[in-house]
């Protein structure tokens, strides 16, 4: 196995044409590439582009998962089916060496590496290198053609030329996306405290906030415990969205001395946990549903805590979600 510094030759000056070539159609590459906005045309845009200015038969473009330390396929021109969403972690596939190498990869032929993750393009040629922003691990760029197509330095100092590019224009459409799923999200809380604000008596109150939670703004456990207040050391939950409420029967007290929904309550703030495997006090409702992460909201009017809105999910949450869930917790103290 070999990475770029060990692999590939200095440029040779016979290539300075198809060099030429390369750049000026970067150019034009990069125009088209910023003026999308729209992430997912914006990556097919992206591999389409580089693997005509590379001569190449297959590529892939990878975002990085830095939580779970993965490269996830996100768009791919002439893969094999189930390319296309893949996670290979470092050292499995071209993007997992790219990620354990952090830097360009060459090789002669795909099979050459140590854990190929398709044996059918084992005769390609491939080349690999990093998307980076800010120094910062983006994704990256995997080009694959069959023989007797071979990459050279050239390749990849116009691929990583490109991937700079891509990067920013990446970012762009990163920053559009929570643009615009922020103003989503506002609109829908807007609308979300129009219906729990209207008059409800409180088990129906309780079971709208915790359907629409769910159904409006996503959120795939929900949970709306209230203080008992003849017990306060005690939580009542009987509101549930989502699939609590599909997995979940009854009225279930929970002291308020445990968990992190109790923890929420007595200490009067949010509290976000993205890893609850790690968490001491998590407590699991039930067994048949998946959970990684759990955001906690105090529902508190003036010196008074009412209970907690509570959200659990399989993949990780955010300030925003924090933020947001702030705003419902308020609607439903007031």
């Not at 762009?172 to 506002?186: C, G, H, K, V, W």
């Not at 219906?195 to 915790?210: D, K, N, V, Y």
């Not at 989502?242 to 001395?257: F, N, S, T, V, W």
């Not at 105090?298 to 947001?324: Q, Y």
Request: charged share 25%; net charge negative; glycine share 10%.
């Amino acid at each position: 196995m070999h990475n770029f510094s060990t692999a590939v030759p200095a440029p040779e000056r016979a290539d300075a044409p198809r060099l030429l070539r390369q750049r000026e159609s970067l150019r034009e590459v990069v125009e088209s590439i910023s003026s999308e906005l729209a992430l997912a045309p914006l990556l097919d845009g992206i591999v389409a582009h580089a693997c005509a200015l590379l001569e190449a038969d297959a590529g892939s473009i990878g975002l990085y998962d830095e939580a779970a330390d993965v490269i996830e396929t996100t768009a791919g021109v002439g893969l094999p089916a189930g390319e296309p969403g893949n996670r290979v972690r470092r050292g499995e596939g071209l993007g997992g060496e790219v990620l354990r190498t952090g830097g360009p990869v060459v090789l002669e032929r795909y099979d050459r590496l140590a854990r190929p993750v398709w044996p059918e393009l084992g005769h390609y040629a491939v080349v690999g290198v990093p998307i980076l922003w800010h120094g910062r691990l983006v994704g990256f760029f995997g080009l694959g053609a069959r023989p007797p197509r071979r990459f050279d330095g050239q390749d990849v100092e116009t691929l990583t030329l490109f991937a700079r590019h891509a990067g920013i224009a990446i970012e762009n459409a990163r920053r559009y996306e929570r643009e615009q799923q922020r103003t989503e999200r506002l609109a829908l809380i807007a609308r979300m405290g129009r219906i729990i604000t209207a008059g409800l008596e409180l088990p129906a109150l309780l079971q709208t906030a915790a359907d629409t939670v769910h159904e409006l703004l996503g959120y795939p456990s929900v949970d709306i415990p209230l203080i008992d207040p003849r017990d306060p050391e005690t939580l009542v939950v009987s509101a549930r969205g989502g699939l609590y409420k599909q997995h979940i029967a009854g009225e279930d007290r929970l002291p308020i001395a445990r968990g992190i929904m109790g923890a929420a309550a007595r200490e009067r703030r949010t509290l976000l946990v993205n890893d609850v495997a790690r968490d001491p006090r998590y407590v699991r409702p039930t067994e048949e549903v998946a959970v990684r992460a759990e955001l906690a909201v105090p529902i508190v009017l003036g010196e008074e805590v009412l209970g907690v809105l509570n959200v659990e999910s399989a993949s990780p949450f955010d300030e925003e979600d924090a933020a947001s869930l702030q705003i419902v917790a308020d609607h439903l103290a007031v």
